[in-house]
């Protein structure tokens, strides 16, 4: 499967616990994205890499979230002491940056409860 | 702060006709994405517009883009079954680096039989 490949694709856990979550973009993406989307919104942007290094935070991300991208393949969120507010779908996404054309391919998403 | 409203939120149609889902956005951008979801699944990437009156059409759906206006549209022409999903508009603001979308509510289309 050449798409972009998130686990796991459900994660239940208890406030004040700490979840990790996995993102693999397509072979040879340069750029991979972490959005966030609640139950009937659009998803909203999170960060983003270029290779290995992190070049843009939302204000959205708290300092409880914590992202990386070593070695510039996968990717890995960790949301530390969770709240219920953090319940969503965390989605990835990755492109190859070409200019102005710039397409993402979206995964299908980690859904995250906290009870 | 980028506001993206579409509208309907909740589109209930009938197969073979035709509806125009809208999207207004309030602050200038010259790029402008329409995505598909369906349920538990991916979104699926369906235009890229990049230019005021830019125009495509894939299949039964085709986008269009007025920046002056900033409106976008994605009209669907006789509807079938397979259209049914959430639909939507995001728009990049970014400046020539991240595209950083700012997506809309999105808009549920239903198409019945």
């Known amino acids: 499967d050449t798409g972009v490949s998130q686990d796991p694709r459900h994660k239940i856990t208890k406030r004040g616990q700490n979840v990790t979550f996995r993102c693999d973009p397509i072979?040879?993406?340069?750029?991979l994205y972490w959005y966030r989307q609640t139950l009937g919104q659009g998803p909203e942007f999170l960060t983003y890499f270029q290779n290995e290094a992190q070049l843009e935070k939302s204000r959205l991300l708290s300092d409880r979230f914590s992202a990386e991208r070593p070695k510039g393949s996968f990717s890995t969120l960790e949301i530390q002491r969770t709240e219920q507010g953090d319940s969503a779908m965390y989605l990835c996404?990755?492109?190859?940056?070409?200019?102005?054309?710039?397409?993402?391919?979206f995964g299908s998403g980690t859904q995250l409860s906290v009870l | 702060e980028l506001k993206v409203e579409q509208n309907p939120l909740f589109l209930s149609m009938q197969e073979g006709k035709n509806y125009t889902i809208y999207c207004n956005y309030s602050?200038?951008?010259?790029?402008l994405y329409w995505y598909r979801q369906d349920p538990g699944k991916s979104l699926e990437s369906l235009f890229v517009?990049?230019?005021?009156?830019a125009v495509k059409q894939e299949g039964r759906l085709m986008a269009s883009l007025d920046t002056k206006a900033r409106l976008s549209t994605l009209h669907i022409t006789a509807a079938v079954h397979d259209l049914s999903a959430t639909y939507f508009c995001?728009?990049?603001?970014?400046?020539?680096?991240?595209?950083?979308?700012?997506f809309g509510t999105g808009t549920r289309l239903q198409v019945t039989l």
């Open positions: 996404a990755s492109s190859f940056y070409r200019g102005l054309n710039e397409k993402l391919f």
């Open positions: 602050t200038t951008s010259d790029r």
């Open positions: 072979s040879e993406h340069n750029r």
């Open positions: 995001a728009v990049d603001m970014s400046t020539g680096t991240a595209s950083k979308l700012t």
């Open positions: 517009l990049l230019s005021n009156g």
